[in-house]
């Protein structure tokens, strides 16, 4: 496995892993017409390209040379900042950390993670804020892992459907 940056040839399947991971983990919880609207607004080809090719988001991608394995995307400004009452004056948002659903438990996600933390850290911000499902327990413990902590309740709306989320913040100070 090696860890990358995102290219613009990387934008379809970046789009097809987020949406496919995306379906499998909460699709059920919306309804079709929800669920397809977030996922064109979050996960069209188009949006990834938007990303891939600004200065907001930073993709880090996990392939073994022939398929995509996994990503994370880190993005500053944070959009959990305003959200936070920790009062953190730097942080970035770490806004998707998926694995194909194959890879699960053989440490892709582990490898992600500790390149999201070292880079936010070699950037100079001050935390790393995720949100997390309030229902999706395993996402919670591993994020406990790393010293993320929840710090919040926020809302996390797909159409007009909105779901409880926890703000989970990690300090790099």
Same mark, same amino acid.
């Given at each position: 496995?090696?860890?990358?940056?995102?290219?613009?040839? @990387?934008?379809?399947? %970046?789009?097809?892993?987020?949406? !496919?991971? *995306?379906?499998?983990? *909460?699709?059920? %919880?919306?309804?079709?017409?929800?669920?397809?609207?977030?996922?064109?607004?979050?996960?069209? #080809?188009?949006?990834?390209?938007? !990303?891939?090719?600004? #200065? #907001?988001?930073?993709?880090? $991608?996990? @392939?073994?040379?022939?398929?995509?394995?996994? *990503?994370?995307?880190?993005?500053?400004?944070?959009?959990?900042? @305003?959200?936070?009452?920790?009062?953190?004056?730097?942080?970035?948002?770490?806004?998707? &950390?998926?694995?194909?659903?194959?890879?699960?438990?053989?440490?892709?996600?582990?490898? &992600?993670?500790?390149?999201?933390?070292?880079?936010?850290?070699?950037?100079?911000?001050?935390?790393?804020? $995720?949100?997390?499902?309030?229902?999706?327990?395993?996402?919670?413990?591993?994020?406990?892992?790393?010293?993320?902590?929840?710090?919040?309740?926020?809302?996390?709306?797909?159409?007009?459907?909105?779901?409880?989320?926890?703000? *989970?913040?990690?300090? %790099?100070?």
């Amino acid at each position: 496995m090696k860890l990358r940056p995102a290219t613009p040839a @990387d934008v379809p399947a %970046l789009a097809r892993l987020g949406r !496919e991971s *995306f379906v499998a983990a *909460f699709g059920h %919880l919306y309804s079709e017409k929800n669920l397809n609207a977030f996922l064109e607004m979050a996960y069209s #080809e188009e949006a990834v390209s938007g !990303e891939v090719a600004g #200065e #907001e988001c930073i993709h880090r $991608l996990a @392939d073994d040379g022939t398929r995509l394995l996994g *990503f994370v995307k880190l993005c500053h400004p944070s959009w959990y900042a @305003d959200d936070s009452p920790t009062g953190m004056r730097n942080p970035i948002a770490l806004g998707q &950390l998926y694995t194909q659903p194959d890879t699960t438990g053989q440490g892709i996600g582990a490898a &992600l993670m500790d390149w999201a933390i070292a880079e936010a850290r070699a950037r100079g911000h001050d935390a790393v804020q $995720l949100s997390v499902w309030a229902g999706n327990h395993g996402a919670q413990r591993f994020y406990q892992r790393y010293g993320f902590a929840k710090v919040a309740d926020i809302d996390f709306w797909v159409g007009d459907h909105r779901d409880d989320e926890y703000l *989970f913040e990690l300090r %790099l100070d």
